[in-house]
């Protein structure tokens, strides 16, 4: 999954440098003026993982080897934007229909069986600020966080913790029009969910970080 999220990446940003350039006038020297990026709009993107979590404990610091994260999200979003010559500003919101799972391994002095964290229907509420060059829109975001969080043990058939997180997201981002209402869109954001108490693992001073990075590549249409 991760080769095909790099794959469809790098299609996005060819497209989205070469489109515009088939599409102009070279008799034309004059510098084009920002794109329109005020209004509403709906984005599909594919959602994929960066990052490692490991389990712990609190009260001698020992850790597990740190796993990846793996998995997949098909993310939707809605939001709405503010042009103010070339400066923008709005919010979003974006949900995330997929899981990410990271299992961690054993360690000299730590063990455990089969260890799983993973993290699902991850919601997100942002603001964004954004700078309108021409047809390409570059932004940051930041705001809250939301998912469940699921600790498993021996192959999931030994349930740690189950939980709804709250913590925060923070990211940037590029949008390349590509017509009159669409564009491609490439960002990339952390999210942090605090920690999760594992009161199950032996001794019961057990923790997981619950963090990851998510890459996401998609289209926006805007109207």
């Keep these: 999954m991760a080769v095909v999220s790099r794959t469809v990446a790098a299609c996005l940003l060819v497209a989205a440098t070469c489109l515009p350039a088939l599409a102009e006038d070279p008799a ?3 510098p084009a003026a920002p794109a329109d990026w005020s209004g509403y709009h709906f984005g599909f993107a594919l959602g ?3 990052g490692d979590n490991t389990w712990r404990q609190a009260s001698d610091g020992q850790q597990l080897i740190p796993g990846d994260w793996q998995g997949s999200a098909m993310v939707l979003s809605f939001g709405r ?3 103010s010559n070339r400066l923008t500003y709005g919010a979003e919101v974006s949900y995330g229909n997929g899981t990410y799972t990271a299992v961690p391994t054993n360690e000299v002095f730590i063990t455990c069986d089969l260890c799983r964290t993973r993290a699902s229907d991850l919601l997100r509420l942002t603001g964004r600020v954004g700078f309108a060059a ?3 829109h570059v932004f940051a975001s930041g705001g809250l966080a ?3 969080a699921l600790a498993t ?3 999931g058939n030994l349930i740690d913790a189950n939980a709804t997180m709250t913590g925060w997201t923070a990211g940037v981002g590029v949008e390349q029009r590509i ?3 669409l564009s491609l869109a490439l960002s990339y954001d952390h999210v942090d969910l605090g920690t999760l108490s594992l009161p199950l693992y032996n001794p019961p001073t057990g923790e997981t970080h619950v963090e990851l990075d998510v890459l996401q590549v998609g289209m926006n249409v805007r109207w």
């Design 28 to 30: 034309e020297t004059s």
């Design 48 to 50: 994929t993982p960066r």
């Design 81 to 83: 934007d503010w042009q």
């Design 134 to 136: 021409g047809s390409t």
């Design 153 to 155: 043990r021996q192959n």
């Design 179 to 181: 017509g009159e209402n």
């Design 146 to 148: 939301k998912a469940n």
